[in-house]
T-cell receptor
């Protein structure tokens, strides 16, 4: 069955360092891989999308890589700040499953001052 | 202006009751979804609709019945509520169905 794993349930790093979150998937051929941020008591908010034919995407301090051979995406936040503390969700969609975005279980990131 | 709004934000009800959650989006998107987020924070898709038409039904018990009167609205009706239905339910929308979903603030349902 299709599976998305974010293999760190929680990540705790020092302010100013780069946070790296991992998303692995199995039995899936995604056309798009997306990252969302979720704060407590709120709905997820879209951050970045990367397509199957792209290797890397950047937006300000965020960088996403996508390796379809390894079936893995890495999500980096450089120069991390306490305000970056949140849960980050990886999400996949494919051409064969229209109108369906499936989510990983998330990584709770804490940035300590 | 709220892009995706759902009501109510909190819902506490007894087992066996029937309840509805309403969702509206003002983004002009064609696709709308319902997701359930359990106590472990796992976000699981329940339904998706495209232009009022049901596309995805992820083996959800038939006590859950979504209704889309038009493409801007997707309501969720739940019959005979059970303790295990307690969760946060999120409505979302997307222009093309596969990318950049916009979520509502969630409805925390507690069944007692």
């Amino acid at each position: 069955s299709q599976k998305i794993e974010q293999n760190s349930e929680a990540l705790n790093i020092q302010e100013g360092k780069t946070a790296t979150l991992t998303c692995n998937y199995t039995n899936y051929s995604p056309a798009y891989l997306q990252w969302y941020r979720q704060d407590p008591g709120r709905g997820p908010v879209f951050l970045l999308l990367i397509r199957e034919n792209e290797k890397e995407k950047r937006k300000e301090r965020l960088k996403v890589t996508f390796d379809t051979t390894l079936k893995q995406s890495l999500f980096h936040i450089t120069a991390s700040q306490p305000a970056d503390s949140a849960t980050y969700l990886c999400a996949l969609a494919s051409y064969s499953s229209a109108s369906k975005i499936i989510f990983g279980s998330g990584t709770r990131l804490s940035i300590r001052p | 202006d709220t892009a995706v709004s759902q009501t109510p934000k909190y819902l506490v009800t007894q087992m066996g009751n029937d309840k509805s959650i309403k969702c509206e989006q003002n983004l002009g998107h064609d696709t709308m979804y319902w997701y359930k987020q359990d106590s472990k924070k796992f976000l699981k898709i329940m339904f998706s609709y495209n232009n009022k038409e049901l596309i995805i039904n992820e083996t959800v018990p038939n006590r859950f019945s979504p209704k889309s009167p038009d493409k801007a609205h997707l309501n969720l009706h739940i019959n005979s509520l059970e303790l295990g239905d307690s969760a946060v339910y999120f409505c979302a929308s997307s222009q093309d169905g596969e990318t950049e979903a916009f979520f509502g603030q969630g409805t925390r349902l507690t069944v007692v």
